[in-house]
T-cell receptor, first 113, second 114 residues
């Protein structure tokens, strides 16, 4: 069964360091999302891509976060510098189209010390 | 501001019982309401979803009840099983699909005792 792949699964870093997360969506899925899930809360959208174009990044803290999907396939989310409040699960998801189902990866758990 | 409010925060049910989780929303532009199930260490997975043109949707032991006038919707899990123990999230989006932003509730941690 096709899955959304994410790496690393776990990342521990110190405050002010740079971190990066990688996502490979299900093959053929044009729409890709990065969500952030703080412990005990629901996921919140950070950025949405349609192919290589950003559709929605209104909630992305652009002073420290950046995201790219250069060839419209895999994507990278970067945080620089990391802050204590960035500790969370970073979830990548993809969808084929207007089918109603979003497929999530297993997430990358970030701990900032 | 929480766009979708979910309750209860946690729920304990005996095996074979009915689990009920409720959600409420204010934005009348929402027109797609999915429920996601999340196990520890895993990403959320779509369980069942409803659009506002119907008041109920059933898939196996899982039923969504939707009350458009009250702006509320709920998930009912019949004959709850220990394997149903997970965190459940309601969500809502505009545009009738998941192509846009999904607004999630805070989640309900369900524990089903054997």
């Amino acid at each position: 069964e096709a899955e959304v792949a994410q790496s690393p699964r776990y990342k521990i870093t110190e405050k002010s360091q740079a971190v990066a997360f990688w996502c490979d969506p299900i093959s053929g899925h044009a729409t890709l999302y990065w969500y952030r899930q703080i412990l005990g809360q629901g996921p919140e959208l950070l950025v949405q891509f349609q192919d290589e174009s950003v559709v929605d990044d209104s909630q992305l803290p652009k002073d420290r976060f950046s995201a790219e999907r250069l060839k419209g396939v895999d994507s990278t989310l970067k945080i620089q510098p990391a802050e204590l409040g960035d500790s969370a699960m970073y979830l990548c998801a993809s969808t084929l189209g207007n089918t109603g189902e979003l497929f999530f990866g297993e997430g990358s758990r970030l701990t900032v010390l | 501001q929480q766009q979708v409010k979910q309750s209860p925060q946690s729920l304990i049910v005996q095996k074979g019982g009915i689990s009920i989780i409720n959600c409420a929303y204010e934005n009348t532009a929402f027109d797609y309401f999915p429920w996601y199930q999340q196990f520890p260490g895993k990403g959320p997975a779509l369980l069942i979803a409803i659009r506002p043109d119907v008041s109920e949707k059933k898939e196996g032991r899982f039923t969504i009840s939707f009350n458009k006038s009250a702006k509320q919707f709920s998930l009912h899990i019949m004959d709850s099983q220990p394997g149903d123990s997970a965190t459940y999230f309601c969500a809502a989006s505009i545009g009738g699909s998941t192509l846009g932003r999904l607004y999630f509730g805070r989640g309900t941690q369900l524990t089903v005792w054997p």
